[in-house]
DNA sequence: AAAACGGGGTC
DNA sequence: GACCCAGTTTT
């Protein structure tokens, strides 16, 4: 078949096949645009089965967008903990708050207007006005960008934005009339659950009669795609400060800074350390307590090792040995006013947690914490 | 154009 | 262990 041919025949039997087919997710049941957006927001790099039960949560926490608007911030940070790329919460937030304040509480459905919120990029902007008001917008993912490559054989790298841009233009071609909800959604559930990243399942796929790729057997080197940088290792030593006297069975947790990394979430205190006294756990704990005296002006006495751990963010490996700590003498002591204080710390026990949003590897490290505490008290199981 | 920004599933 | 996921923002 000739090119116009093969993308009508795309066009036409994707749709069929999704309608037929397609999965019975939540935000699927939903016309509202807010729901929608946020599901949208959700799964930008994270998988369908992580969203379902935050989305469920989130939508019943902030049902419109008039509650995200009024919730407090670390409330939404809460709902969002364990998701990841935080700045997506508060970008949604932030967002939200300007629907709520500048347009009524409507989401827009004008391209100019959705594309300046804050966290709604070219793929976002895209999927909202096409599922939730049904324009020929394209919204291009990683799914459409392996299925619109292997398809038409397109060798350029994914990773340049030019390319998006020219997957763009051929996914906006290939909406067809008043489909365009549908469509997008088809193509990215084609590329979920048939043109996977690896061993595709070509055989059952419902347009590979019109696939380039798979003609030319090439289905599998598509698509072209630049290797990621690996992540930096660092060594970070954790302090598990439990509290005495009036701080009996709480924990000092503190607040990250506003900007970067895990911003604004709560976290055990650590401490990055360099290589030469990496080895031997005397010396990582003493300078834990160094480290923290000095980048925190907080004194903790030297504690008992308690465990290694280890967790990877895309850009950084951290390397972590937990140590059980006593905080030295009185309580933390911010720096004096005027000054700029890079952590907030705070003594919290076991139910006021609830409320606070900690990073994942926190939450491992405490759980780990818990469940030693609590065969010590019940006489220990097994070893 | 490259780096920052989480966390987990899968083969 | 490598790859990748319904990406956006900042540098």
Redesign the pocket.
């Known amino acids: 078949m000739n090119a116009e041919e093969q993308k009508h025949y795309f066009s036409i039997h994707l749709l069929d096949w999704y309608r037929a087919n397609k999965?019975d997710?939540p935000?699927?049941r939903s016309k509202n645009p807010y729901h929608i957006w946020v599901?949208?927001?959700m799964?930008?790099?994270?998988?369908?089965?992580?969203v379902i039960p935050y989305f469920h949560r989130f939508t019943e926490l902030f049902p419109t967008v008039e509650a995200l608007a009024e919730a407090p911030e670390e409330e939404v940070l809460k709902a969002w903990?364990?998701?990841?790329?935080?700045?997506?919460a508060r970008?949604l937030q932030s967002a939200v708050r300007e629907v709520h304040e500048r347009y009524g509480g409507v989401v827009p459905s004008d391209k100019a207007e959705i594309s300046s919120?804050?966290?709604?990029?070219?793929?976002?902007?895209g999927?909202i006005l096409s599922i939730a008001y049904n324009k020929p917008e394209p919204?291009v993912?990683?799914?459409?960008?392996?299925v619109l490559s292997r398809y038409f054989v397109i060798e350029e790298d994914i990773?340049?934005?030019?390319t998006r841009v020219k997957m763009e233009r051929l996914a906006q071609e290939l909406i067809p009339e008043g489909a365009a909800g549908d469509f997008n959604?088809a193509l990215?559930?084609l590329?979920?659950m048939v043109c996977t990243?690896?061993?595709p399942y070509c055989l059952t796929c419902p347009v590979r009669l019109g696939c380039a790729g798979r003609e030319q057997g090439m289905e599998d080197k598509l698509?072209v795609?630049?290797?990621?940088?690996?992540p930096?290792p660092e060594l970070r030593v954790v302090a598990l400060i439990e509290g005495v006297g009036e701080h009996a069975g709480k924990w000092l947790i503190r607040q990250r800074p506003q900007?970067?990394?895990?911003?604004r979430?709560w976290e055990l205190p650590h401490a990055a350390w360099p290589e030469p006294v990496w080895g031997t756990d005397e010396n990582s704990a003493a300078a834990l307590c160094e480290a923290l005296l000095t980048e925190d002006n907080v004194r903790v006495t030297l504690g008992k090792w308690f465990m290694d751990t280890e967790?990877?963010?895309?850009?950084?490996q951290w390397n972590m040995k937990v140590f059980r700590c006593r905080l030295g003498d009185e309580a933390a002591h911010p720096r004096g006013a005027g000054e700029w204080i890079p952590f907030r710390y705070r003594w919290v026990g076991p139910e006021e947690l609830e409320s606070y949003a900690?990073?994942?590897?926190f939450?491992?490290i405490m759980k780990a914490w818990q469940e030693v505490q609590e065969e010590r008290e019940t006489g220990s199981p097994g070893n």
């Open positions: 999965r997710l935000w699927r599901s949208e927001v799964l930008q790099q994270t998988r369908v089965d992580t903990e364990g998701l990841g790329y935080y700045s997506r970008n919120l804050k966290g709604v990029g070219p793929y976002t902007s999927a919204a993912d990683g799914n459409v960008m392996r990773m340049k934005p030019a959604q990215m559930e590329g979920a990243p690896r061993s698509p795609k630049k290797k990621a940088k690996p930096r900007e970067g990394l895990l911003a979430m967790h990877t963010f895309s850009h950084i900690f990073p994942n590897v939450v491992r």
